[in-house]
């Protein structure tokens, strides 16, 4: 009780401004301290280790969670289901906008709009692995009520007022407790301050090597989606004007398109409006996916399956009180698909005429048999003007996505060597040799093999490939290293391998191909030659590196010859980081082939010096030619 005392004392003399004697604020905090620790103890509580459990607190092992990742999970209930009794498409987007949205707020600390969504793949139709046991069907293709969607949002990067959100979307079935996939997406947010303004966004810092991948190949999934209208236009201006054949492969008249037309019209009320009192993003990619099946329904007089939908890109905002309305129309049909296309208008008052065009989609729909295989469709016949306009569009859209998915949606290790290159697919080959390099940097567990002087010798082995890192500090700016590297015409001043380069095509600024001869012979005893294509990427933002990347592609101007053996390259490249203003950190990232593996792995074991030799000769030639006259890139 005495030390209380002299408590109350002490906060008197603080409020009255007394000097406090060190004698008094001593004697009073060490009377406290006795009296919560066991009688005779005086000395002051020990600091606790960091990561020390608190005795009696519930231990916590779980690795530190990405700051901006949302978990979501969702029983799927009656309400949620359509006509079959699957989870509803739409459902299934409210859901994934509200968690990217949730995601990306959490980042910003502000509200934040979708911008677009990007291609969706549906996988699995939700619960159709496990309707019923094995053996028997009632011919349904699903029934999920009582299973769970889990979804996962988080921010991939944070660019200047935008942000790129990724989303994993999985099944689970509670009673067999097992997973799976159903797709995965990408989804652009803007951060809003008052009045609507846009708001700078503070960077994110990557951990996991996971997030450092994301984090890097974001930039130029950004890059993709900027390009995606002129590669569309560059493709039909390539392409013959003419229609096909209006009949369809029964012999029977092809369906006018204009039998599919659906126009729907919705009051967007409170409850369709998100928590900044717009209409919520999810919803308005509700109501499109609707009308949409309708409008596919149509032609095939069947209950329709949504397998893709191509990027959602929202132009404008709608409120409570607007009246949306959303058309849409059966492009083009295929043997064993239909692209529908679909927009949205909104205007505020009835008897208003202009309409503002707030969000457009094009989606992709299958027609599946009792056994799940997707059945035969009818023709489209177009309409005159904008119908046939639609459907060359459609099918330009459909080689892209084919182009898209073969290059970039499947995993490094699937994808062949030398990709044939054409002027549909150049947007997606640049995207693939620049994020497959800037994945091999990301990767966590690379391992010094060797040290010579300022060169360092990197490896990393994984189970089908021995990659390696070559690395050295250079005194030149980090843009005259990387003007000079990515040009393979001068690549034979220091690299020896290299007999000649010759530019065969100048894609555009950032893309060249190139046809090289090595003066390394093959095992038949013959110079090998290469068709490359070059990709270069100046920094995105403060701390990226320039990149140049290289990887093998086909041209049909160019084919393996007899003289030569055709050799490819998978992933390599340059990555140049400024360490200062007249210095930088450039480094040589190869996975090797098969071709090639003899001599990484005699340069590993300390058999050979070549590649440090190689290096060494680069920084010559970068010290040489330091200050020439750089073109503007």
Not at 481 to 497: N, T
Request: aromatic content about 8%.
């Amino acid at each position: 009780m005495l030390s209380f005392f002299w408590l109350r004392c002490l906060l008197k003399m603080v409020k009255e401004n007394i000097v406090v004697p060190e004698e008094i604020l001593s004697f009073c905090c060490n009377g406290l301290q006795s009296s919560h620790h066991p009688q005779g103890s005086t000395s002051p509580p020990r600091a606790r280790e960091p990561g020390e459990e608190v005795p009696g607190a519930m231990a916590n092992h779980s690795p530190a969670r990405n700051p901006t990742e949302v978990q979501m999970s969702q029983l799927v209930l009656p309400c949620h289901t359509n006509h079959r009794g699957e989870l509803s498409t739409g459902q299934l987007l409210k859901w994934i906008d509200t968690a990217a949205c949730l995601s990306a707020e959490r980042h910003a600390g502000c509200p934040c709009v979708t911008a677009s969504m990007d291609d969706i793949y549906f996988e699995h139709t939700i619960s159709q692995q496990y309707i019923n046991p094995p053996g028997q069907r009632d011919g349904k293709s699903g029934v999920c009520v009582g299973q769970v969607v889990n979804i996962k949002a988080k921010v991939n990067r944070a660019f200047n007022s935008s942000m790129e959100v990724g989303i994993q979307v999985s099944y689970e079935d509670l009673c067999s407790g097992k997973h799976c996939s159903i797709c995965k997406a990408y989804a652009t947010f803007v951060a809003q301050g008052p009045a609507g303004c846009k708001v700078k966004l503070k960077p994110l810092t990557p951990q996991t090597e996971e997030e450092k991948i994301e984090h890097s190949i974001a930039a130029e999934r950004r890059r993709m989606r900027l390009v995606h209208k002129d590669t569309l236009k560059d493709l039909l201006t390539s392409s013959p004007s003419e229609t096909a054949e209006l009949e369809t492969r029964d012999g029977s008249v092809a369906v006018p398109a204009e039998k599919t037309r659906v126009e729907s019209v919705e009051l967007v009320l409170p409850p369709h409006a998100n928590h900044q009192g717009n209409t919520f993003g999810g919803q308005i990619m509700a109501w499109m996916e609707n009308v949409a099946t309708i409008a596919a329904s149509r032609l095939c007089h069947a209950h329709p399956t949504l397998r893709a939908i191509e990027m959602f890109h929202f132009r404008g905002p709608s409120q409570v009180g607007d009246r949306l309305v959303l058309k849409a129309i059966v492009n083009n049909s295929f043997k064993n698909s239909m692209e529908v296309g679909v927009c949205a208008e909104a205007y505020g008052q009835e008897m208003s005429v202009s309409r503002r065009h707030i969000n457009s989609a094009f989606m992709t729909f299958v027609v599946l048999d009792e056994e799940g295989r997707p059945r035969t469709l009818p023709m489209v016949a177009p309409e005159p003007g904008d119908g046939e306009r639609r459907y060359r569009e459609a099918s330009a859209r459909k080689k892209i996505r084919l182009d898209r998915k073969y290059v970039v949606s499947c995993k490094q290790t699937e994808v062949p060597l030398s990709v044939p290159w054409d002027q549909s697919n150049k947007v997606y080959l640049s995207y693939n040799n620049v994020s497959a390099l800037k994945t091999l940097v990301a990767k966590a567990n690379w391992a010094l093999a060797r040290e010579k002087e300022k060169v360092r010798m990197y490896t990393l082995e994984e189970d089908k490939f021995l990659s390696f890192r070559i690395e050295m500090s250079v005194c030149i700016t980090s843009s005259r290293a990387f003007a000079l590297l990515s040009d393979l015409r001068r690549r034979h001043e220091w690299d020896r391998h290299y007999a000649s380069a010759e530019l065969v095509q100048q894609v555009d600024d950032d893309d060249m191909i190139y046809h090289v001869v090595s003066q390394t012979l093959s095992h038949e005893n013959k110079p090998q030659d290469f068709v490359i294509l070059a990709s270069r990427r100046k920094p995105c933002s403060k701390g990226d590196p320039y990149v140049v990347a290289f990887r093998s592609v086909t041209l049909p101007t160019h084919p393996a010859s007899a003289g030569f053996t055709r050799g490819e390259t998978l992933c390599s490249g340059f990555c140049i980081w400024p360490e200062s203003e007249e210095m930088s950190k450039v480094a040589y990232y190869n996975q090797a082939t098969p071709g090639y593996l003899n001599y990484v792995t005699t340069n590993v074991a300390g058999l050979s010096s070549n590649f440090c030799a190689t290096f060494e000769a680069c920084e010559k030639f970068l010290l040489k030619n330091k200050e020439d006259l750089i073109v503007r890139l």
